[in-house]
């Protein structure tokens, strides 16, 4: 303990003490102790829908069906809400799969980048994966594409045995591509088939008859996945649907009611922050290495993949930010292996940003903290009352405690670590988790309270008959809609239905200043939003004379 700490890829007791420490850091906070906010709410409601009705084919949304995505994900995150369900709420059990995908994801990475580089490969390319910003939220919420994520680093992983262990190789490549296939879509999934083509050109594999092997044997494995969900649709009639087209293949360009979400510049506009700490490190890389190309099989394929996996998102896939994790591994693994060659200067100007950056971060979360539960300084203790509308700051000795250890885990690695290249690494990614952990565990119940519908929908119920025959609305936005009927079992009647027209009661969705218009046979009953929402506002009507 009282040895200095050098990160030079070799393990030791202290060293792997501490990457255990940073990996659950990171990993578990976050993931339960909260409702489903309004980016997970959608896939929630779909999870919730199938448990509850018991529909595991076609996803809905309290009764609306959805088409984003097929159901891989929905189905695991289903099952662990249900096999959790004893002893946590089922949004809590379910945002494990998000963990259990995360798990496979960081697995396969340091797989991945021991493969194509040495031992001391692994352990850093999982530091520089969860200290990329891209992930740091997306990365705890429930969403279809840390499923997708999850069968990109395995097929990564597959196209590293290939060229050595054929069918092995292929068949794990299939594997992975047949988990993207069924957690986003078809045709993201056959961006893996695309790299690999790629490499072959780029590596002059066109004679290797092995190489070509392993990906027939890759297109093999992966087709039972992708034809299972078509199948089972075609079996239920539904496949002749435009609805399913997009679940089905996962691109937006193909349907009209989505091809709107398409912008080419998107994930090169994102890229800049989204891929920090990696993208410099994979950039710098790649240029100095240029001429070496396409001799080295490890220089060829995170490279490969970055740009195909670019051009394939850009041009067929929805501009987000969740989207875009996939495009993450390959800069992370290109950095792994360039690690050791950075200059000294660079290394030190990440280092000193780092502990500068994140060192302010951890100072201001404990400061305003404090002044929240002491209420001094005044400024302080007021400025987060503002933020929080109607919420109470309590001292907890179990989060105090859990956010004091980690900070002095985090303090102490600092001061007893050499510095060195990968030190400027860890020392990022640690500061990412620090902050992450503080938030979780000394703020999550205040932005639980900002950020939940779950005191909205109970007010809303409380307005309503206890069984009333039926609630129209309109402008009601689908992550509403999914947690009204979570919270409050209300579903709704699309105003252009002819059954809205019996309807005694109106919801509307709009901003704080205006909603939907409605005309003179409806009566404003009640108002309301989350505690501090200031850009959404439900309004519930009552139709005059009922």
Not at 211 to 227: D, H, T
Not at 416 to 434: F, L, P, Y
Not at 444 to 454: D, E, G, P, Q, V
Request: proline share 6%; net charge positive.
């Amino acid at each position: 303990m009282r040895q200095p700490i050098i990160f030079d890829g070799r393990s030791t007791p202290v060293k792997t003490a501490l990457f255990i420490i940073l990996c659950a850091a990171w990993i578990l906070p976050g993931l339960i102790g909260h409702d489903p906010w309004k980016t997970e709410s959608t896939t929630f409601g779909i999870i919730y829908a199938m448990l509850k009705e018991g529909n595991w084919l076609l996803p809905a949304v309290a009764g609306v069906p959805n088409n984003d995505y097929p159901p891989l994900y929905y189905w695991v995150a289903a099952a662990m809400a249900k096999i959790f369900s004893p002893i946590l709420p089922l949004h809590d059990g379910a945002r494990l799969a998000t963990a259990l995908f995360i798990a496979i994801t960081l697995t396969y990475t340091n797989k991945t980048a021991k493969r194509l580089f040495d031992e001391r490969a692994g352990r850093i390319s999982v530091v520089l994966l969860i200290g990329s910003l891209g992930i740091f939220v997306r990365g705890h919420e429930m969403n279809p594409e840390v499923a997708g994520l999850a069968g990109f680093t395995i097929a990564l992983y597959g196209m590293t045995r290939i060229r050595s262990e054929t069918t092995k190789g292929g068949i794990t490549t299939g594997v992975g591509t047949g988990i993207v296939a069924m957690s986003i879509g078809i045709l993201p999934a056959l961006v893996i088939p695309a790299v690999a083509v790629a490499l072959v050109f780029i590596l002059g594999e066109w004679k290797n008859r092995l190489f070509q092997r392993g990906i027939g044997v890759a297109l093999l494995a992966a087709l039972p996945f992708m034809l299972v969900y078509p199948a089972s649709l075609l079996m239920l009639g539904a496949i002749g649907s435009p609805i399913w087209t997009n679940a089905i293949l996962g691109a937006p360009l193909l349907d009209e009611s989505t091809r709107g979400s398409i912008n080419p510049i998107y994930f090169i506009r994102i890229l800049p922050w989204y891929g920090l700490p990696a993208l410099p490190l994979a950039v710098w890389l790649w240029w100095k290495d240029r001429r070496k190309m396409r001799e080295r099989f490890e220089l060829a394929l995170p490279f490969v993949s970055f740009i195909v996996l670019l051009l394939w998102w850009s041009l067929l896939r929805e501009a987000n930010d969740a989207v875009g994790l996939a495009l993450l591994p390959p800069l992370v693994l290109a950095a792994a292996g360039v690690l050791d060659r950075l200059s000294r200067s660079v290394a030190s100007f990440m280092d000193w940003f780092s502990l500068l950056f994140f060192g302010l971060l951890v100072t201001t979360i404990w400061f305003y903290w404090t002044a929240a539960i002491v209420g001094a300084p005044e400024a302080a203790a007021n400025m987060m009352t503002r933020q929080v509308p109607g919420f109470a700051f309590t001292f907890g000795w179990l989060a105090f405690g859990a956010s004091l250890a980690l900070t002095l885990v985090w303090a102490y690695a600092l001061v007893r670590a050499h510095r060195n290249s990968r030190r400027a690494v860890v020392n990022w990614t640690a500061g990412i988790t620090v902050v992450w952990v503080l938030f979780n565990m000394l703020g999550l119940s205040a932005l639980n309270h900002t950020l939940s519908y779950r005191t909205p929908s109970a007010t809303l119920r409380a307005q309503l008959p206890e069984t009333p025959k039926c609630v129209a609305a309109i402008n009601l936005g689908e992550p509403q809609r999914a947690m009204l009927d979570y919270f409050a079992q209300l579903r709704f009647v699309p105003t252009e239905s002819s059954t809205a027209t019996t309807c005694d009661w109106l919801l509307t969705q709009g901003s704080k200043e205006s909603g939907p218009n409605v005309n003179g046979t409806w009566q404003l009953s009640w108002q309301g939003s989350r505690p501090g929402d200031n850009s959404e506002r439900f309004r519930l009507y009552r139709r005059v004379g009922s």
